[in-house]
């Protein structure tokens, strides 16, 4: 889970191109699909997130509030603490 914090497991894209090839008329058409890659990335790193706010306490809680991502919630947390 290191690598969600440091960036070294990147957040992959949501979204990406499906080509399938149309035989009747030969050609290529382009869609655009959710990536399993992402949605697996999502729920382990709001796996992590809720990690890391569980252990949080009442008066540095407020420093996670809106924050998306575990890494981010890492960086501000580091910062602030530093």
């Not at 070294?8 to 990406?16: K, Y």
């Given at each position: 889970m290191?690598?969600?914090?440091d960036g070294?497991?990147?957040?992959?894209?949501?979204?990406?191109l499906k080509s399938t090839i149309e035989a009747e008329a030969s050609t290529?058409?382009?869609e655009s699909v959710m990536n399993s890659d992402y949605i697996?990335?999502?729920r382990s790193d709001r796996l992590l997130r809720g990690w890391i706010i569980g252990t949080l306490s009442?008066?540095?809680?407020?420093?996670?509030?809106?924050?998306?991502?575990s890494a981010t919630i890492w960086k501000v947390?580091?910062?602030?603490?530093?």
């Open positions: 290191g690598g969600f914090l070294t497991c990147p957040e992959p894209a949501e979204f990406i290529t058409k382009q697996m990335w999502r009442e008066e540095v809680l407020g420093l996670a509030v809106g924050l998306e991502t947390l580091s910062e602030y603490f530093a």
